[in-house]
């Protein structure tokens, strides 16, 4: 049997990484409470001590905590984010999740026992850049923006060393990753300035009869008919009026779902697959992992002969934001 | 055991409405406010403190009104709107506070509604959510 990729869940909370870890995630990532990571919500992640009964947890069951500190450290004050990297490793954490290049030398330096991965949000869409980074701070996995195609990521598989990592499920963030400045033209706050897309606190959903508005900062971002599926409301994903149309004018809100490549995916060689949604419940996490964890053992054990089940697709299907799945970048027939 | 897919009929909803909601009220204060106490409900009580809350049971007809100080939950008797608005049947409140359910799913198929400060809304949702029900008595009802 070929070696298969590490499941990589996401983790919002405590019961949510135990979730994780009892529903068959060979690693779970999760973040502080504060901006040094991409899902900087309130009440959502770890402190010091949720951060330690999680790692025991996951440890004494023979799987991984990752924490993720992928914001680009801001300002003058960089201290916050170096404090972070040096709380995950008195933490004892299996490694941290980076984005910032001066933070991965911080990180090299001060800690030269620590793994460290390549955030999403660094944008690494090469191997060039993937081996520089490992040639510079001794990065061993990086983990591939969602642009390329499975025979792009196989190319870069070929051509390096560090293990690579590729997003499986969940949401889809469709901009150039790591570089989208959406959230900040209507907020002045987005993903790698204050860790989140969208925020909250600028978030309206307005309830008229059966149909509900979505409104951030103000600006009208959707309105949802009854029973037609909502989603959130990110600039990218919201319908707007362009020359007397109203449409998904940038893209479709749409969730990755990568259950049919499966066989590919373990036939190149992918290291991990990692499920996006450290915001949601316990709840989405568990079925997730269920789902996942069948499909990659059978995807490796009958590789050419793997079909999805109806099944998992049914159970992913629903969780999906906006009820409709891709299998994104993955299998466009750009070279 | 997952909780059935079942609506509850018209007639509970016309009834109910028309019961005093101070009863189901209090016992949903009363019992957020020993969780609190007994340090299950892992509650910054400041990042709720001077908000009122509204859950509302569409198809049982029963609207819960509950307020937060810096110490303890509430009932709500003021007629003031709330701050943060909850609205679902019956079951499917049930089934997300059980956790067979992800409040973000119920949400994008528009079986929850969620209204107010979205901002508190994520701070009672993830609340909820960080709550591990393996230290406490109700863990055996818990779907995860
Ligand atoms: S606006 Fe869309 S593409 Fe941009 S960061 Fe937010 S989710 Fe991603």
């Not at chain 1, 969602?146 to 196989?154: A, N």
């Not at chain 1, 259950?259 to 996006?276: T, W, Y």
């Not at chain 2, 049982?60 to 937060?68: D, N, Q, S, T």
Request: aromatic share 6%; proline share 5%; net charge negative.
């Amino acid at each position: 049997m070929p070696k298969l990729p590490e499941l990589v869940c996401p983790a919002g909370s405590l019961p949510a990484l135990k979730t994780a870890i009892d529903h068959g995630a060979d690693a779970v990532y999760m973040g502080l409470k504060n901006e040094t990571n991409a899902r900087n919500f309130a009440g959502l992640n770890f402190d010091e001590k949720s951060a330690t009964a999680g790692i025991r947890y996951a440890h004494d069951k023979g799987r991984k905590v990752l924490m993720a500190i992928n914001t680009f450290a801001q300002g003058v004050d960089i201290s916050r984010w170096q404090r972070a990297v040096d709380q995950a490793a008195d933490l004892g954490v299996d490694a941290v999740i980076l984005a910032d290049l001066g933070l991965m030398d911080y990180a090299s330096r001060r800690h030269p026992n620590l793994r460290l991965h390549m955030s999403v949000q660094s944008s690494a869409t090469n191997y060039e850049a993937v081996n520089l980074a490992r040639d510079l701070f001794g990065v061993q996995r990086a983990v591939l923006p969602r642009v390329l195609t499975l025979d792009q990521v196989g190319h870069v598989i070929r051509h390096t060393d560090v293990e690579i990592e590729v997003f499986g499920f969940g949401s889809l963030c469709v901009m150039v990753e790591g570089r989208c400045l959406l959230s900040s033209y209507a907020t002045g706050e987005s993903p790698n300035t204050h860790g989140v897309c969208s925020p909250a606190k600028f978030v309206r959903w307005e309830q008229n009869g059966n149909t509900t508005s979505a409104r951030l900062n103000d600006i009208l971002i959707d309105q949802y008919g009854q029973n037609e599926p909502a989603g959130y409301p990110t600039l990218c994903k919201g319908r707007f009026e362009v020359q007397g149309d109203t449409y998904y004018a940038l893209e479709e809100p749409t969730s990755l779902n990568v259950l049919e490549m499966l066989p590919q995916i373990i036939d190149i060689g992918v290291s991990a697959i990692k499920v996006e949604g450290r915001q949601r419940s316990p709840a989405y996490v568990a079925q997730v992992a269920k789902t996942l964890r069948e499909a990659i053992d059978t995807a490796g054990r009958e590789m050419q002969r793997f079909s999805v089940k109806p099944a998992w697709q049914a159970a992913l299907g629903k969780l999906a934001e906006g009820q409709q799945q891709t299998l994104g970048a993955y299998n466009r027939p750009w070279k | 055991m997952r909780v059935p897919d079942i609506t509850l009929p018209p007639i509970i909803a016309s009834i109910a409405s028309k019961l005093p909601a101070t009863p189901p009220t209090l016992a949903l204060v009363t019992a957020l406010n020993q969780l609190v106490k007994r340090g299950v409900l892992p509650a910054e009580m400041e990042l709720l403190a001077g908000k009122r809350f509204e859950v509302d049971v569409l198809d049982a007809g029963i609207k819960l009104r509950f307020a937060a100080d810096e110490a303890r939950f509430s009932v709500d008797q003021s007629t003031q709107a709330p701050d943060l608005r909850f609205a679902a049947n019956l079951a499917d409140l049930a089934r997300m506070m059980l956790r067979e359910e992800d409040p973000d799913t119920l949400f994008f198929n528009r079986k929850l509604v969620i209204e107010g400060d979205t901002e508190l809304g994520l701070i009672v949702k993830n609340l909820l959510d960080s709550v591990d029900w393996s230290d406490t008595p109700l863990a055996r009802f818990m779907a995860v």
